[in-house]
């Protein structure tokens, strides 16, 4: 699968392809791409790591989005649940946790659906797919899509 990802990005004239990885569950450890000659090009607060393979070295490296701190800060009343269509188990997880939430502590969550690549950017998570922030506090939940942005 990653050959044919790498041939794919080449034949649309990529300058490379790039992969999120973490030490927490969910993603492929860093070492089935480092193994591919992927390359370390940044990381993210808690286990985050951007791994790259260029096809030119001068090609700008990919970076996160950052700013996770100041976005975060947005969601400092009770409990937010950011989820995103990407993986049908999120919804399934969203809904259980506000269950849980409403029935068992008597909290009424906040949900947001991120829908779009700018709603993705702008997530308070380098991996903006599933987020359970409370109080401003994260990660509670370390669930989670690859954001990033080149330089």
């Known amino acids: 699968m990653i050959n044919t990802c790498l041939n794919d990005a080449k ?3 990529m300058h490379g392809v790039a992969v999120m990885t ?3 569950p969910w993603l492929a450890d860093r070492s089935l791409f480092e193994a591919n000659g992927f390359k370390l090009a940044d990381t993210a607060a808690p286990d985050y790591q951007l791994l790259v393979r260029k096809f030119k ?3 700008a490296d990919p970076v996160f989005k950052g700013g996770y701190e100041r976005k975060v800060a947005r969601f ?3 409990l937010t649940i950011l989820s995103s ?3 049908p188990y999120i919804a399934k997880f969203a809904a259980e946790i506000a269950q849980t939430a409403e029935e068992e502590y008597h909290i009424k969550p906040r949900t947001i659906e991120l829908k779009s690549c700018s709603d993705a950017q702008d997530a308070p998570t380098p991996y903006a797919v599933f987020a359970v922030i409370y ?3 994260w990660p509670i939940i370390r669930l989670a899509a690859p954001v990033f942005a080149t330089s």
């Open 11 to 13: 034949a649309a004239g």
């Open 85 to 87: 269509a990407q993986c």
């Open 135 to 137: 109080k401003g506090s």
């Open 76 to 78: 400092t009343r009770g």
């Open 57 to 59: 070295a001068s090609a």
């Open 22 to 24: 973490r030490d927490g």
